[in-house]
């Protein structure tokens, strides 16, 4: 029998700060493969990197590449799993079969949480989560990123979540798990694209301190699972809601004509969004990520200096 560390392949900046207890924030890399088309997503990719960075912050973009849990990619790997067709979209219950058979992988929320925690990384940037879609009552669609939240000790800055999600039973259902939602410098739970929703979120919280403080009591009291901070796009880069609904109302009813399924829906549906609304939803789409970025970065700092 083996362990962790027989799979898991640190570089030496990510290690060089979980030994200096320096900050650390982790990145996804489904975003990279299947949430943005090519040649943006890698620039995307590369750009929250330096974002993290320029907020005093060391990057640790994770991915699987045949078969080795990556924390912190090189160029090259970024460039490979923006650009390669054979890398898979992978959440919890995808993980044993692609190491086992050394394929490649990009992480999703529940999965970049689990690969940070083990390496011990507490702040994650994304875009947006996982959740209850519209019409679980009948498909059970719930991500796993909400069960991930409800055990992993991550904290995840987002910008809420999409409004292809029923957005009211996601908060719900992270109510059930016990997941504090909290709304960075806001009342409102925003939608992705836009800076709200109709939902109020859990707790308004006002800096990067506050928000480790809060962390750092949940943690300490073993009070398991992850935290939102629910991120607002900054109102330059918002998008216009109407354009935005009319996508996404056309996304669903082609996913349900296209008789779309399980892991396939939310790729389906986010890539239809983005043809129906051309470059718009794009744009927005990358700001945020990088105002995450900026976020959790900050949050990150705050963290380290209370656990010195
Ligand atoms: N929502 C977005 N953009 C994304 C995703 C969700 O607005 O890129 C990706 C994330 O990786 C998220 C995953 O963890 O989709 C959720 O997929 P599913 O609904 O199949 O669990
Ligand atoms: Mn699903």
């Not at 083996?2 to 900050?23: H, M, Q, S, W």
């Not at 088309?37 to 974002?51: G, M, R, S």
């Not at 056309?250 to 996913?255: S, V, Y």
Request: net charge negative; hydrophobic share 45%.
């Amino acid at each position: 029998m083996g362990t962790f560390a027989d799979y898991i392949d640190i570089n030496d900046e990510v290690l060089d700060a979980l030994r200096f207890c320096k900050p650390i924030v982790a990145l996804e890399s489904t975003i990279i493969s299947h949430g943005m088309p090519y040649p943006e997503n890698i620039k995307t990719a590369l750009e929250v990197e330096d974002t993290v960075i320029q907020n005093g912050a060391v990057p640790a973009t994770i991915a699987i590449i045949k078969g080795r849990i990556k924390i912190g990619l090189t160029p090259d790997e970024l460039e490979y799993l923006a650009g390669s067709k054979e890398v898979s979209k992978v959440s919890r219950r995808d993980i044993p079969h692609i190491i086992a058979l050394g394929q490649s992988g990009a992480t999703t929320v529940a999965s970049t949480m689990i690969f940070a925690r083990i390496a011990g990384i507490k702040l994650f940037a994304t875009g947006g989560i996982g959740g209850v879609h519209r019409g679980a009552e009948k498909s059970f669609d719930i991500s796993a990123d909400l069960t991930e939240l409800a055990q992993t000790n991550v904290a995840v800055v987002c910008a809420g979540v999409k409004s292809i999600l029923d957005i009211g039973l996601t908060l719900e259902k992270l109510e059930t798990l016990g997941v504090p939602v909290l709304g960075y410098r806001t009342d409102e739970f925003p939608s992705f694209y836009t800076r709200s929703s109709g939902f109020g979120v859990d707790y308004k919280v006002h800096n990067p301190a506050e928000c480790a403080r809060i962390l750092m009591a949940k943690w300490d009291l073993n009070l398991d699972g992850g935290v939102i901070v629910a991120n607002p796009v900054p109102k330059e880069y918002e998008a216009d809601s109407e354009v935005i609904n009319t996508a996404i109302e056309k996304a669903l009813q082609e996913a349900v004509k296209s008789n779309i399924k399980g892991k396939h829906v939310t790729p389906f549906l986010l890539s239809k969004v983005k043809e129906l609304t051309v470059g718009e939803s794009l744009e927005t789409n990358i700001a945020l990520i990088k105002n995450n970025a900026e976020v959790a970065a900050k949050i990150a700092v705050e963290y380290a200096r209370l656990e010195e």
